[in-house]
């Protein structure tokens, strides 16, 4: 499965570029990209294990950068 999610207050390209690798680190995670510019992620993982991953996805967003959410 493969979904955008919109970010809401993303501040900074560094950070987008840090929670785009680590969330690559998440396992089932098989493609991710964060775009600081279209403030996006675009991210891909098994449906049967989709929504743990994201879950772990936005607690790494929140990690990162607190002040940003994740518009599921």
Do not use: R, W, Y
Request: aromatic content about 4%; hydrophobic content about 45%.
């Amino acid at each position: 499965m493969k979904k955008s999610f919109e970010l809401e207050d993303l501040d900074c390209a560094h950070c987008a570029q840090k929670m785009q690798e680590a969330i690559a680190k998440i396992d089932g995670v098989k493609n991710v990209s964060v775009n600081f510019l279209a403030q996006k992620m675009l991210l891909e993982a098994d449906d049967d294990v989709f929504d743990k991953v994201l879950k772990e996805a936005v607690a790494t967003i929140k990690k990162v950068e607190p002040d940003c959410t994740v518009i599921l």
